[in-house]
Nanobody, 121 residues
Framework: QVQVVEAGGGLVLAGGSLSLSCAASGRSFSRYVMGWFRQAPGKEREFVAAISWSGSSTTYGDSVKGRFNISRENGKNTVYLRMNSLKPEETAIYYC??????????????WGRGTQVTVSS
């Protein structure tokens, strides 16, 4: 099973940028779709972005399209999330997910512990 650890969270001013990384253990990392989700206090978990195993296909939540970019380096077992033009309402814990569709369904995949992103106005 692939385990993941997120890094890169922190405090940023509104309109600023931040990059997150998700480092995976296990030799089968490159086989999996990877995804990012976030959860703000008192709100449901929200899909942010996902990337195919090869990196050739990406998908984004409507609220982040055009501002966020997901990428991966299979040789480094790492997936990234570049976040631009951040808004205060995007303050949340950001989670990395292995095989996000299965992880959300509870049928497989795995979740990291998350990294806090705080956007200050």
């Amino acid at each position: 099973q692939v385990q993941v650890v997120e890094a890169g969270g922190g405090l940023v001013l509104a309109g600023g940028s931040l990059s997150l990384s998700c480092a995976a253990s296990g030799r089968s990392f490159s086989r999996y779709v990877m995804g990012w989700f976030r959860q703000a206090p008192g709100k449901e978990r929200e899909f942010v972005a996902a990337i195919s195993w090869s990196g050739s296909s990406t998908t984004y939540g409507d609220s982040v399209k055009g501002r966020f970019n997901i990428s991966r380096e299979n040789g480094k077992n790492t997936v990234y999330l570049r976040m631009n033009s951040l808004k205060p309402e995007e303050t949340a814990i950001y989670y990395c997910a292995v095989d996000p569709y299965a992880a959300v369904a509870g049928t497989g995949g795995s979740w990291g512990r998350g990294t806090q992103v705080t956007v200050s106005s």
